[in-house]
Each structure stands twice: as structure tokens, then as C-alpha cells.
């Protein structure tokens, strides 16, 4: 048997703060290898030593084949090796074969993590095979939707005071991360690529909906030292995401980093308030890779009508977006550094957005976009968008053209070095 675990060398129950805290343990677990399925062994090491204990799984590859949860209670996990998802597509697509614990768009996960006071260290040598080539060209093919069930690669849910470090989430089919309904969550230095290999598709994105995190009903979320090759949002902060520090983020191809979308359920409001994000930088990549890089950073939410019911359409849903400051950002070859727009799914006949931007924030932007439109905030008529201030904002358009800023339904906007205004032309 390959697992071994020691009961702790002090046998005696100690106490601290009043509590009782029983002997520690360490479980001890490496590849089975030649093909085998490791998903009962990496089970059975959390369930004897993911409460009050620690577990490693030491480098190689696990091969994983169903789903599985780790419920972590005061414990701590080094992940020296890689959890490789099998890429069986037709059996995950099997709703029974997957989690949906994250509400939104009723996504689902085959790896969730959750408990309280827990690391999961991966060393820099570890974290999750996705194994998304084979899910990637199939889907080239196939159509996709949300909620069909393509697997969030690591989902944090229910969980609180947390640190996810140094992990690497290689390949996935669909999202890296998701944080749910959690709290006290740090993820600090976190790797992620997406990046098609197979020749039939070189040039084209076929890694769409890889992005790097959502996050939705979670509360103090700090995303630090990341570095995400995706076809997707970067970063995405979804309804209810509260008091959330992004620091130190390197944002390669794809859609840039999102606040949205929002609104999506009409019984829902979403709000996103006090976002700290800081030292980015959004970059251009070999287009034979990847051919998008939408934004810098943008901001979207649903129309004011509901256009059918998520997760494939929706739209109706209010609620507000409040102190966002994104300082210290560094764009190569963008398309949008600044969007904002609030028709996402819409119709041109739909009623205006409830939902509500305010207290937006940049500071000491710098870099290059491929057009000259270089601010387009387009706020709802209904509610408009209050408190928008600019400090050093300095991303230069294409030589040879003046840059547009363009503001839509807003107050007073401070800070630039030429007026922001319905049309932006001079
Ligand atoms: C993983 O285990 C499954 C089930 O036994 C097996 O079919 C598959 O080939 C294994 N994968 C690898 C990479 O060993
Ligand atoms: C899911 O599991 C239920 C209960 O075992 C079963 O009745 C159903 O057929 C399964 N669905 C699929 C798509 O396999
Ligand atoms: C969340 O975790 C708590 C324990 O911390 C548990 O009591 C509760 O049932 C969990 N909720 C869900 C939806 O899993
Ligand atoms: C936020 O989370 C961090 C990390 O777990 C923790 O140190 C800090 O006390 C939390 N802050 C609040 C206000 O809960
Ligand atoms: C991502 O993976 C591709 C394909 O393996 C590789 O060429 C690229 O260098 C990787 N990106 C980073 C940032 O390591
Ligand atoms: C920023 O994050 C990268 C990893 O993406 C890391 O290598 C680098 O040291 C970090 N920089 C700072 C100043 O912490
Ligand atoms: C909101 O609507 C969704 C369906 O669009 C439903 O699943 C959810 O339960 C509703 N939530 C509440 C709080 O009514
Ligand atoms: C967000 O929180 C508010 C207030 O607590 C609640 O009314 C709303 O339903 C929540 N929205 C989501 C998407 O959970
Ligand atoms: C912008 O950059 C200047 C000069 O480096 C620095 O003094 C200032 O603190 C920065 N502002 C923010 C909000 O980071
Ligand atoms: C928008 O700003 C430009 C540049 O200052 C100015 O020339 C133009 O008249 C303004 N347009 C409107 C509609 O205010």
C-alpha cells in the first residue's frame, strides 16, 4: 500500500486556545503510475489526514478520474505533483459526474475545495492537469454553452481562511479557478496556461471560457502573483465579490480583466464593492497562439430586461459596483484598454440597466492600444455612473491617430488630459 501515514509522534491531545486539538498526522502519497487510477489514494490521504493533519503528494502525476472533494479542516497540503483530470469529455459531461456548487450559470466543477484554515502549497512543481487539448479540439467542433457542464478546473467553495500558493492549473478545459461563497481566501502565485497546440486550429482561439478566476459571493479574496495564458477573462469579478486585492498580475492573450458580467438573474442584484488591483500587466501574445487581446480592463453588465433565463441568457438584474481603484497598469498592444458597457446580451429594444457603476478609479496607466478609442465608458441611461477619476493615464493610440476617450451617462470626470465626453471627438 502506497499510503502511509503516521499518527502523530505526540500521542497525547494538547489544547490551545481552549480548544482541543488531537494529535496531528501525516499522510505521505506518490504516483501509482503504469496507467493506474490514483483517485482512490489521493481520497483516502485527505479523508485520514485533511483534518487537524497534512498530507503530500509528492511530485509525478495523479491520475485522477472522478470527482472528488477535499474537505480541509486546520490542515496543510503540499501538492508537489500534478491531479491530471483524465479527459474521459463524455463522462464528464455526464451531470452526475461532476459538482454544481457554483451557483452562477450553474457551472460545473470536478475538483472542489473546501473547509476552513487550510494551504495548499504546490511548490511550484504541482497543481492540476487539465488535459484541455482534448477537450479544446473537440469543442472546436462541438457546441458550447455555459452551464454544459465543462468543468471548472479548481473550485473553492464554502471555504474559509485559506491560501492556495505557488500552484500551477496546466491546460484547462474550461475556467482555472472559481472562489464561491468563501471568505479570508489568498491565492499567491498562481500559473495558468491555456494555450492550443493542436496544428488545425493555429491562429484561431479555441480556448474560449479559460479564464484564469471568477469570483461570486466571496468575501476578501486576495489574487496575488499571478501569470495567465488564456483565451478569456484573466480575472473575472462576479456578483457579490467584496473586498477583493489583485496584485502583481501578468495577463497574456484573451479578454483582459473583467468586472462582469452582472445582472445576469433577474432576482438577483449583484454588488462588487472595494476592489484593490495593482502592478498589472496585460500583454499581446504570438497570434499562432493566441489572436485576442480584447482589454486592458472592462466592465459589463446585462440590459434591464430579461432575455430568457441563465445560464445561457439573462439580463434584468440590478445592483451596483462601487470602489474600484486599478493602479499601476502596463498594456501592450490592447484593443480596448477601457470599456465599460452595460448591453451585454441585449436587444436594442431592451430597457436600460439598473445596475449601477461608481467610484471607478485609475491610476498611472501606461502602454500601448492597437485602436484609438482608448476610453469607452457607455454608463445606462437609467443610472449612470458617478465619481470617475483619472490620474497619469497615458496609453498611447496607434502612431498617427488622436486617442478617443468617450463617456456615455456620466458626472464630472476627472483627471485627463482632454475632455471625456458623448462622442470623444475633437
Ligand atoms: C487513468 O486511469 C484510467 C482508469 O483506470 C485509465 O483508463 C487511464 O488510461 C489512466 N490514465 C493515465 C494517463 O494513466
Ligand atoms: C444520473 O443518475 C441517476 C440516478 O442514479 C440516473 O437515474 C440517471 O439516469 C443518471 N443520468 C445520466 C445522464 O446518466
Ligand atoms: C458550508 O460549511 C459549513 C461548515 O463550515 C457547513 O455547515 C455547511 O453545510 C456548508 N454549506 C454547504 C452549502 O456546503
Ligand atoms: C482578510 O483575509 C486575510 C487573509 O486571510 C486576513 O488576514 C484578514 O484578517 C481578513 N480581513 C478581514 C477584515 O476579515
Ligand atoms: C504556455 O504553453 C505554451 C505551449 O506549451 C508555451 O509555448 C508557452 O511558453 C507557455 N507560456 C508560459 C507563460 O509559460
Ligand atoms: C510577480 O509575480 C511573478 C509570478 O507571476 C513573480 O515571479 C514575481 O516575483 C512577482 N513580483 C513581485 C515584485 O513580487
Ligand atoms: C433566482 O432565479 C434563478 C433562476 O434564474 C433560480 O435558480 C434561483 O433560485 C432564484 N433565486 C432566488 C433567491 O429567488
Ligand atoms: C448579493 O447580496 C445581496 C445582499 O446581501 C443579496 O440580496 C443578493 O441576492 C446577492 N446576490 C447574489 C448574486 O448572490
Ligand atoms: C502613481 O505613480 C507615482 C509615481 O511612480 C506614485 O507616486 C503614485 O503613488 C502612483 N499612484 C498610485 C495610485 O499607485
Ligand atoms: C467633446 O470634446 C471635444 C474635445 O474637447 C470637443 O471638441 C467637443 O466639442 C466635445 N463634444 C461634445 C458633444 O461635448
Not at 72 to 97: E, H, R, T, Y
Not at 205 to 212: I, Q, R
Request: hydrophobic share 35%; charged share 15%; glycine share 10%.
Amino acid at each position: 500500500m502506497r499510503l502511509i501515514y503516521f499518527l502523530g509522534l505526540a500521542l497525547s491531545s494538547c489544547s490551545v486556545l481552549g480548544k482541543v486539538v488531537p494529535p496531528s498526522r501525516t499522510c505521505s502519497v506518490r504516483p501509482l503510475g503504469k496507467g493506474r487510477d490514483d483517485t482512490t489514494q489521493v481520497e483516502a490521504a485527505i479523508a485520514t489526514c485533511g483534518q487537524f493533519g497534512s498530507t503530500v503528494f509528492e511530485e509525478g502525476t495523479f491520475n485522477i478520474t472522478r470527482k472528488m472533494t477535499w474537505n480541509l479542516q486546520s490542515s496543510k497540503v503540499d501538492l508537489k505533483g500534478f491531479l491530471s483530470f483524465n479527459p474521459d469529455i463524455q463522462f464528464w459531461l455526464n451531470p452526475n459526474n461532476t459538482y454544481r456548487v457554483v451557483f452562477i450559470q450553474s457551472q460545473a466543477s470536478w475538483f472542489v475545495v473546501t473547509g476552513d484554515n487550510f494551504i495548499i502549497d504546490a511548490h511550484n512543481t504541482g497543481g492540476i492537469q487539465g488535459n484541455g487539448q482534448t477537450w479544446w479540439s473537440y469543442f472546436a467542433t462541438h457546441t458550447k454553452a455555459d452551464g454544459d457542464g465543462r468543468p471548472i478546473s479548481l473550485t473553492v467553495f464554502n471555504a474559509t481562511r485559506a491560501t492556495i500558493k505557488n500552484f500551477k492549473i496546466l491546460s484547462p478545459p474550461f475556467w482555472s479557478n472559481t472562489v464561491a461563497q468563501s471568505r479570508e481566501i489568498v491565492y499567491d502565485g498562481m500559473f495558468v496556461n491555456a494555450s492550443n497546440q493542436d496544428p488545425l486550429y493555429v491562429g484561431k482561439n479555441v480556448v474560449p471560457n479559460t479564464d484564469g478566476i471568477n469570483t461570486y459571493r466571496s468575501d476578501n479574496v486576495s489574487l496575488l502573483n499571478w501569470d495567465v495564458t488564456c483565451g478569456d477573462d484573466c480575472l473575472a469579478i462576479k456578483g457579490n465579490s467584496t473586498n477583493i486585492l489583485a496584485r502583481n498580475i501578468t495577463c497574456r492573450g484573451g479578454n483582459g480583466i473583467a468586472f462582469g458580467s452582472l445582472g445576469q438573474y433577474a432576482n438577483l442584484s449583484d454588488i462588487v464593492q472595494n476592489v484593490e488591483m495593482d502592478n498589472l500587466l496585460i500583454t499581446r501574445i504570438d497570434p499562432n497562439v493566441q489572436p485576442n487581446m480584447a482589454n486592458g480592463i472592462y466592465f459589463k453588465s446585462w440590459t434591464g430586461t430579461a432575455n430568457g433565463v441563465p445560464p445561457t441568457a439573462g439580463g434584468g438584474g440590478g445592483g451596483f459596483v462601487n470602489n474600484v481603484i486599478a493602479s499601476n497598469v502596463k498594456l501592450d498592444r490592447v484593443n480596448a484598454p477601457l470599456h465599460l458597457y452595460q448591453t451585454n446580451g441585449g436587444h436594442s429594444a431592451d430597457l436600460p440597466s439598473q445596475l449601477s457603476f461608481g467610484g471607478l478609479h485609475f491610476a498611472n496607466w501606461s502602454g500601448t492600444a492597437l485602436t484609438n478609442k482608448i476610453i469607452d465608458i457607455e454608463c445606462s441611461p437609467a443610472v449612470g455612473c458617478a465619481d470617475i477619476t483619472f490620474e497619469s493615464f497615458t496609453v498611447s493610440a496607434p502612431a498617427g491617430q488622436s486617442p478617443r476617450f468617450i463617456c456615455q451617462n456620466t458626472d464630472d470626470v476627472t483627471g485627463l488630459s482632454a475632455p471625456c465626453n458623448a462622442t470623444g471627438q475633437a
